[in-house]
T-cell receptor, first 117, second 114 residues
Framework: GAVVSQHPSRVICKSGTSVKIECRSL??????MFWYRQFPKQSLMLMAT?????????EQGVEKDKFLINHASLTLSTLTVTSAHPEDSSFYIC?????????????FGPGTRLTVT | GDSVTQMEGPVTLSEEAFLTINCTYT??????LFWYVQYPGEGLQLLLK?????DKGSNKGFEATYRKETTSFHLEKGSVQVSDSAVYFC?????????????FGTGTRLTIIP
């Protein structure tokens, strides 16, 4: 099946610094990618929908200037957490939709654990 | 808005036991329903899905039936194995045209003891 990778898998950064997380579709071209955030013992919360070549669509309550999303190619989307603070510590998961498959098929990356100290 | 409520875990069972993880939803119209599984250290994988009422999704011995009358999509397996230990997420996509957004339940951690 389709494979989505994320890098890094874990990152620790100091408060005030920025962190970039990459999401890649390895064997298919993804016109649409999704970014989720997962808190401990809670469900995945959709942060934004990323379409190749256009601006991301953010969910209500998600700060677009805080969480910068770039989908510059059909196989890569990046999430940059700017000026990170401890409350941004979380598990971030991306998914990618393969347009050649079923309309509802989303393939998920393994996630990135961000810890801000 | 759309929402998914699933059984809180963790759930611990002995090998070969019968498994049920309850899932109910709130959505307008006829959403599509999914079960995803997350094995330790891996990403979410689609386990099964059902796109209309009375459909039964099945995969790897797991089954779930789309029950419109009870707005439920309970996951079942007749005989679990240690390798089924994972976190299971119930999810839906609303019936609005062009809607690709998945709404997830909180996840249920399943541990199978040999």
């Amino acid at each position: 099946g389709a494979v989505v990778s994320q890098h890094p898998s874990r990152v620790i950064c100091k408060s005030g610094t920025s962190v970039k997380i990459e999401c890649r579709s390895l064997d298919f071209q993804a016109t649409t990618m999704f970014w989720y955030r997962q808190f401990p013992k809670q469900s995945l919360m959709l942060m934004a929908t990323s379409n190749e070549g256009s601006k991301a669509t953010y969910e209500q309550g998600v700060e677009k200037d805080k969480f910068l999303i770039n989908h510059a190619s059909l196989t890569l989307s990046t999430l940059t957490v700017t000026s990170a603070h401890p409350e941004d510590s979380s598990f971030y998961i991306c998914s990618a939709r393969d347009p050649s498959g079923g309309a509802y098929e989303q393939y998920f990356g393994p996630g990135t654990r961000l810890t801000v100290t | 808005g759309d929402s998914v409520t699933q059984m809180e875990g963790p759930v611990t069972l002995s090998e070969e036991a019968f498994l049920t993880i309850n899932c109910t939803y709130t959505a307008t119209g006829y959403p599509s329903l999914f079960w995803y599984v997350q094995y330790p250290g891996e990403g979410l994988q689609l386990l099964l899905k059902a796109t209309k009422a009375d459909d039964k999704g099945s995969n790897k011995g797991f089954e779930a039936t789309y029950r419109k009358e009870t707005t439920s999509f309970h996951l079942e397996k007749g005989s679990v194995q240690v390798s089924d230990s994972a976190v299971y997420f119930c999810a839906l996509i609303g019936s609005n045209f062009g809607n690709e957004k998945l709404t997830f339940g909180t996840g249920t951690r399943l541990t199978i003891i040999p």
